[in-house]
């Protein structure tokens, strides 16, 4: 229908004509529809949305556990392809702190 219009509207007397443009450059190619129509589907996720909530719900409150706790800090600092640089490069510095003071107290016990 979009198509037909337009067409249609470049030859009517009765369309306001555009400015510097024809109706006719905003036709779409086959593949262009159906791109729309793979995106119409994509967004149409009303029959999952419920799931979807749920898996972020809980991706929050674990995410949330990991401030809760310094086990996750600790795990960082110890493994030999992170160690501390990615926290002080990505955490606040409050956070790094605190983890770190936290590390140094569990390896210090453990020692």
């Known amino acids: 229908a ?8 470049d030859e009517s007397s009765e369309v306001p004509k555009l400015k510097n443009k024809l109706y006719s450059d905003y036709k779409l190619l086959r593949a262009e529809w159906e791109t729309l129509e793979l995106i119409k589907e994509v967004l149409q996720f009303e029959k999952v949305k419920d799931g979807i909530d749920a898996g972020l719900e809980k991706l929050r409150k674990w995410y949330m556990a990991t401030d809760e706790t310094d086990v996750y800090f ?24 605190a983890g770190l003071k936290a590390f140094e107290s569990v390896v210090c016990q453990t020692l």
């Open 74 to 97: 600790i795990c960082l600092a110890l493994d030999p392809s992170i160690k501390l640089e990615y926290v002080k490069q990505h955490w606040g510095k409050t956070y790094y702190n």
């Open 2 to 9: 979009i198509d037909k219009f337009c067409l249609w509207a």
